[in-house]
């Protein structure tokens, strides 16, 4: 059974930084992209940030220049490093997954169950 467990949010200030971590846990063969999406109370959920499996990056226009998302392949890791918070970036954080479960299968999205990130004075 895969697993994605985020971790790292919490309540900060405007301006503080926070960095999430995602990993990816169980019986796969391989991960392709991964991905950060938040969803705000009565917003849809929308991308924050993508990383190919070569290290290719893409922001939404939004967190461009504050936000960096990164990983660690051998460890089936994601981060994202967030630098000065607004409070629109108040949201639930999901991390994202392709992954392969075996070479008979196709790529599957799985998602982790998300992490508050809450941004106040």
Same mark, same amino acid.
């Given at each position: ?5 985020? $971790? ?8 503080? *930084? ?31 940030? *993508? ?32 630098? *000065? ?7 639930? #954080? #999901? ?6 479960? $075996? $070479? $008979? *299968?196709?790529?599957?999205? #799985? ?11």
């Amino acid at each position: 059974q895969v697993q994605l467990v985020e $971790s790292g949010g919490g309540l900060v200030q405007p301006g503080e *930084s926070l960095r999430l971590s995602c990993v990816a846990s169980g019986s796969f063969l391989a991960i392709k992209d991964m991905g950060w999406y938040r969803q705000a109370p009565g917003n849809q959920r929308e991308l924050v940030a *993508s990383i190919t499996g070569g290290g290719s990056t893409n922001y939404a226009d939004s967190v461009l220049g504050r936000f960096t998302i990164s990983r660690d392949n051998a460890k089936k890791m994601v981060y994202l490093q967030m630098n *000065s918070l607004r409070p629109e970036d108040t949201a639930v #954080y #999901y991390c994202n997954a392709q992954i392969l479960l $075996s $070479s $008979s *299968s196709k790529w599957s999205d #799985y998602w982790g169950q998300g992490t508050q990130v809450t941004v106040s004075s």
